[in-house]
């Protein structure tokens, strides 16, 4: 099923009026801090390494990011950690453990964190200090299999409650064999990440799948696609518990990298690689452009906070 969403300017900003948005900036490799509605702007951290994924835990009061690393070629990525308004960074993963980290998940009741590590074509997670870092799958090894898109690792979802993990692996760009998988969050007993049994396909042949985010409540996983259209550069949607079509419900991003969900205010918060921040009702309905051209976006996080 496919719907087309018109952009709208109608939504009323006393449905945009609470929470807080952390939003990733590559072009300038800053992290900044907004109201849903764009206003109150902050930039809270700079000096990031080309930041990519981000996580919030507002009851600790922290943030958590990923930084790409200084070249994609090397093995410099890294996470960092920092209050809510960017005091007390400091490094919780260092250089050398992982390569190029892409998108965060924070795992609040399992008190972990999970990131797909591309170009080091591993899906991992750690405790939230960076202690105990550890590989959950491994789709590749070596220089040979790292120039192969295929299998690039970018964006998780985890499901606690039925102790799954979901990743993307994306793919040439535009090049329609992006998927998505699943697994159980724990490797089967005798079993490694290379060679692990439970992996199974959920998706195949997307154009170019990007970031995930999971809606507990109603079970079902939502990405962007940063393809060509009409399938690519928009979000996607479909249940988890039974086989269905996805369904495309945002249209017309401009490159779409972060996802977020509001799931209790029923919105959606979208970023794409040129520039523009989008909030849209969970099904795409009244969706709208509040910012546009800052920069080059990536990782978008919403939090009560």
């Not at 996470?79 to 795992?107: C, F, M, W, Y």
């Not at 409540?217 to 009409?230: I, N």
């Not at 949607?237 to 249209?251: F, L, N, S």
Request: with cysteine; glycine share 10%; net charge negative.
């Amino acid at each position: 099923m496919t719907t087309t969403r018109t952009i709208s300017s109608n939504v009323s900003q006393g449905t945009l009026a609470s929470g807080r948005l952390f939003l990733l900036e590559l072009s300038s490799n800053s992290i900044h801090s907004m109201n849903p509605d764009g206003s109150d702007r902050k930039t809270i951290v700079t000096d990031c390494r080309l930041p990519d994924g981000i996580a919030v835990d507002a009851d600790a009061g922290h943030i958590y990011w990923t930084n790409m690393g200084s070249s994609l070629s090397a093995n410099d990525g890294s996470i960092e950690r920092a209050d809510l308004d960017g005091s007390n960074r400091a490094v919780i993963v260092a250089q050398g453990v992982t390569h190029t980290p892409k998108q965060l998940q924070l795992d609040k009741d399992g008190a972990k964190l999970y990131w797909c590590d591309r170009e080091g074509m591993r899906v991992m997670r750690a405790n939230c200090d960076g202690s105990q870092v550890e590989t959950l799958v491994e789709s590749g090894r070596g220089d040979k299999d790292r120039h192969d898109q295929n299998k690039w690792c970018v964006g998780v979802a985890v499901d606690r409650k039925a102790g799954k993990l979901y990743w993307t692996q994306k793919g040439p760009d535009n090049g329609n064999h992006g998927r998505i998988f699943r697994a159980n969050l724990e490797i089967p007993n005798g079993e490694d990440p290379a060679t692990r049994s439970d992996i199974e396909v959920l998706f195949d042949h997307l154009p170019e799948p990007i970031d995930l985010e999971f809606d507990r409540a109603s079970r079902v996983l939502y990405w962007t696609d940063r393809g060509d259209p009409p399938r690519g550069n928009t979000v996607n949607r479909a249940p988890v518990d039974a086989t269905a079509t996805p369904e495309i419900v945002v249209t017309h991003l401009l490159e779409g990298i972060g996802i977020t969900l509001d799931v209790a205010g029923n919105r959606m918060f979208v970023t794409d690689l040129g520039g523009s921040v989008y909030s849209a009702q969970l099904d795409g309905s009244n969706l709208r452009n509040f910012l546009y051209a800052q920069g080059n976006l990536t990782g978008v996080a919403y939090a009560e906070v």
